[in-house]
């Protein structure tokens, strides 16, 4: 089993909307990403969404978000996840977030 951060970055996860959109504007595939609790492929049938936006930029300023994030994870893995690895997977999507 790779590790939660392998898990995020081996397929593009992580999809967003810009404010005031109803269609998300990068909506990543489902097929071939893996879910990032447990690194196996998800489904449409074993699937939620996981919503993650930043309100704080860089100097410590709060600010009305122009995107809101999303990764997919399996949904059975989201109901028996802890609260400190949803947490984590959480604060890994927001890092590759900063990072590109």
Known sequence: MMA????LKAAPTIGYFE???DKPKV???IDGTLC???GDGLTRANLRTVSVMAITNALGITTTPQ???F???HRTCA???SPALAQK???IAMGILQTN
């Open 89 to 91: 997977a959480d604060e």
């Open 67 to 69: 995107r809101c994030y």
């Open 4 to 7: 939660l951060s392998e898990n």
């Open 79 to 81: 109901e028996t996840a």
């Open 27 to 29: 909506n990543p595939a």
């Open 36 to 38: 990032p609790y447990c």
């Open 19 to 21: 404010h005031g959109d």
């Open 71 to 73: 990764y997919r994870v």
